[in-house]
């Protein structure tokens, strides 16, 4: 049982690149959810997704672009990536609506330069 | 939206000695406060949750209080451990309406064991 899988773990990235962070969950949770961390910045949510085909934005969703086309994946992709989306991007599943009991992928740290 | 906020950012204690870590939240109709550890390079991971309905819940040397009528909350840890070094956060669902999900944090607490 690997939980939930994250994809890179490490990527440095120019600025203006585009890139697809991967995230995985064998455990059937239904809620997904998309977080940056940010030094000294606890975790933010970027967007979550409560089922296969429906996806929402969070609390800070600009920059960033997410599909659900099954239980299992959630990947986030950036567009045009800038500086200030520097930050280690945390995936986490739940079986819970409001993101109770989530478990969180190993992470990705993300640099653009 | 809920508001979390979380105090101290950073607590150095004596190994051995009790740690307290506080948070409130703004919106009195959260029914749900769990607290992560992270440690160094590591991911978040759950160490003891609290539901609205009770006022305290224990684990071993952990334990959760939380006043409803004051909206606030906290983490005690007894006879701390160097393996209790790390960042600790609080949390809160993001929108208790139902409207929305996942998790507002708090900025995390680093917490020092000296020994």
């Known amino acids: 049982n690997a939980g939930v899988t994250q994809t890179p773990k490490f990527r440095i990235l120019k600025i203006g690149q585009s890139m697809t962070l991967q995230c995985a969950q064998d455990?059937?949770?239904?809620?997904m959810y998309w977080y940056r961390q940010d030094p000294g910045m606890g975790l933010k949510l970027i967007y979550y997704s409560v089922g296969a085909g429906i996806t929402d934005k969070g609390e800070v969703p600009n920059g960033y672009n997410v599909s659900r086309s099954t239980t299992e994946d959630f990947p986030l992709r950036l567009e045009l990536a800038a500086p200030s989306q520097t930050s280690v991007y945390f995936c986490a599943s739940s079986i819970h609506r409001e993101g109770t009991e989530a478990f969180f992928g190993q992470g990705t740290r993300l640099t653009v330069v | 939206g809920e508001n979390v906020e979380q105090h101290p950012s950073t607590l150095s204690v004596q190994e051995g000695d009790s740690a307290v870590i506080k948070c409130t939240y703004s919106?009195?109709?959260?029914?749900?406060f769990p607290w992560y550890k992270q440690e160094l390079g590591k991911r978040p991971q759950l160490i003891i949750d609290i539901r609205s309905n009770v006022g305290e819940k224990k684990d071993q040397r952990i334990a959760v209080t939380l006043n409803k009528t004051a909206k606030h909350f906290s983490l005690h840890i007894t006879e701390t451990q160097p393996e209790d070094s790390a960042v600790y956060f609080c949390?809160?669902?993001?929108?208790?309406?139902?409207?929305?999900?996942?998790?507002?944090f708090g900025k995390g607490t680093h917490l020092i064991i000296q020994p």
């Open positions: 455990m059937n949770h239904n809620y």
């Open positions: 949390a809160a669902p993001r929108d208790s309406g139902g409207g929305a999900d996942g998790l507002t």
């Open positions: 919106d009195s109709a959260s029914n749900y």
